[in-house]
């Protein structure tokens, strides 16, 4: 535009120029006529052409404004109502019209901010520029994350929505590991993955090897004890992100995308499915995946993906061939020293002659013969409760494995598992049922309103069963004596010790003047004395 406005002062300035100007701008030609006389008025218009000048008084987005729309989500139809009314109550000046409400918040907030003010952080970010890390060398970086997918699973009987746990290569995009667990991931599923992607011998290959770093997103399993143990044994740096910042680990982020929209949405059970009708619901006669079959094509994609799929930042090839076009050695581990740096550590313990004592149970297996009294390690795989694996205290070489003595039978376990399923429906039912409350609908302003009526009878009944039942509990027996009986009953020594003689129970039949006599030294009660046997003495 300054262009355009220094010919135009000169006198060269043509209308062909003018019109190529408007058609880069892809705006009509009067539109840049009216620029340039904007311009030759106020140079500053120069600088943003087609924005309205600014004159005094013009509304400008405040911190008030920020603040409502960040509370009313970006609606600025709120915003001019709240504005309005706080100013019919004196507390600021009326607000313009709503299209100069649009204009100004336009024109003062970026893009960026009027998303994050409506959507949060999150979406706010999708507007920022972020960096390109380089690419890099097979091994140099890798990235690993979790992903719950949005997919129903038969789990032996129940629909369960599986986790996956993979390891990624920064520099070739391959998936070097991957791990998939029914239930929520543990630390024992990022062993499992970390396994399944250092090792480069079959099934798992060609990929593998040791990484020189890691990063990982803050989970407390990535962070275990076991995990950081591991990864301090095998040498390799962990690099711990700050908390929601997924843009830091792009690769294994763009991976959960990816698989998604490739894989996961023509499953059956697939649960972000648009369905028809007002719920949306599953058929009821939908099959679902067994965890099996669902593991099995997820592996069979993850092939996929590594050997035929074509990344855009590959520039044409497959993450095999990147893969295989990389000069860098590669960092292998034995298959056995890797098993024994990912198993955590139970200490030392001495081998009897009933096995391997470990958590209140016995583990016993074939090679322990002739071997009772030798200082042994226990090593084992988290939640893997059926075996366990026994090196030599002194030496650390590798006995070998012990199993569960006297393990339960499927049907056995079947059993306790459906037993311990109904104890946890019921009291939960229980529960719910002793915490139900409901409340009165309301037309008007009004506090909520228990409903639920008890007579007084009713409840004077319940409290003092319930306070009743309460110093039953609290009841000491032993901590106060019990009166006296009446003085004309024959108590035996034995239990007039354990009474409190201060205090005794009044007589039922109204006499006061019989006093009970001591035992007699043959241990027979004596009989009462009365005022005549007194007197005849």
Not at 260 to 286: C, H, I, T, V, W
Request: charged share 30%.
């Amino acid at each position: 535009m300054r262009r355009l406005l220094a010919l135009r002062r000169e006198g060269k300035l043509t209308t062909g120029r003018v019109r190529s100007a408007a058609d880069v701008l892809g705006v009509r030609e009067r539109a840049v006529w009216r620029w340039l006389a904007a311009a030759e008025r106020d140079e500053a218009a120069a600088r943003a052409p087609g924005e309205r000048a600014a004159y005094p008084g013009r509304f400008t987005v405040t911190d008030e404004v920020r603040a409502l729309l960040g509370l009313w989500k970006g609606n600025v139809a709120a915003v001019h109502r709240e504005l309005t009314a706080r100013a019919a109550r004196g507390e600021g000046q009326p607000p313009p019209s709503i299209p100069t409400l649009h204009r100004a918040i336009r024109r003062d907030l970026t893009p960026g901010e009027r998303a994050g003010l409506a959507g949060g952080e999150r979406v706010a970010r999708k507007h920022d520029v972020f960096l390109a890390r380089p690419r890099g060398w097979r091994n140099q970086v890798w990235e690993t994350d979790h992903m719950q997918v949005p997919v129903l699973v038969d789990v032996e009987g129940k629909a369960r929505r599986p986790w996956i746990t993979w390891f990624t290569d920064c520099a070739t995009n391959a998936i070097t590991g991957v791990a998939v667990t029914p239930v929520h991931p543990s630390r024992e599923s990022v062993l499992a993955a970390l396994r399944s992607a250092v090792l480069r011998e079959d099934p798992y290959g060609p990929f593998g090897g040791l990484p020189e770093k890691l990063r990982v997103d803050r989970g407390k399993d990535f962070l275990s004890r076991t995990v950081t143990a591991a990864f301090d044994l095998l040498d390799v740096t962990v690099e711990d992100l700050p908390a929601y910042t997924p843009h830091l680990k792009g690769t294994v982020e763009g991976l959960n995308r990816a698989v998604e929209p490739m894989l996961l949405a023509a499953l059956p059970g697939y649960a972000r499915q648009p369905r028809p009708g007002k719920r949306p619901s599953r058929p009821k006669d939908e099959v679902l995946l067994s965890f099996e079959d669902f593991t099995a094509r997820l592996l069979d994609w993850t092939r996929w993906w590594n050997t035929e799929h074509r990344p855009e930042p590959l520039r044409g090839r497959t993450p095999l061939e990147a893969w295989q076009d990389d000069p860098t050695p590669l960092r292998d581990v034995p298959a056995a020293d890797l098993w024994t740096f990912t198993l955590e550590d139970a200490g030392t313990r001495t081998l009897t002659t009933r096995g391997v004592r470990f958590r209140r149970r016995d583990y016993v297996g074939a090679w322990m013969i002739g071997q009772a009294g030798i200082r042994i390690r226990v090593r084992f795989m988290p939640h893997h409760d059926h075996r366990i694996e026994v090196y030599h205290a002194a030496t650390g070489r590798y006995l070998g494995p012990a199993d569960l003595a006297d393990q339960a039978t499927e049907e056995q376990v079947s059993a306790v598992r459906r037993a311990r399923a109904a104890r946890s429906r019921r009291l939960k039912k229980d529960l719910e049922a002793s915490q139900r409350q409901r409340y009165a609908a309301a037309t008007q302003a009004e506090p909520p309103r228990q409903l639920g009526a008890l007579t007084g009878a009713q409840a004077d009944a319940e409290l003092a069963q319930s306070a009743d039942v309460g110093l039953s509990q609290l009841a000491l027996p032993d901590v106060v004596p019990p009166a006296a009986p009446p003085a004309d009953w024959r108590t035996p020594a034995s239990l007039a010790a354990l009474t409190t003689p201060s205090r005794s129970a009044p007589c039922p039949s109204g006499r006061d003047s019989t006093a009970t006599a001591p035992d007699s030294s043959d241990g027979r009660a004596a009989r009462p004395t009365t005022k005549e046997d007194g007197d005849a003495s």
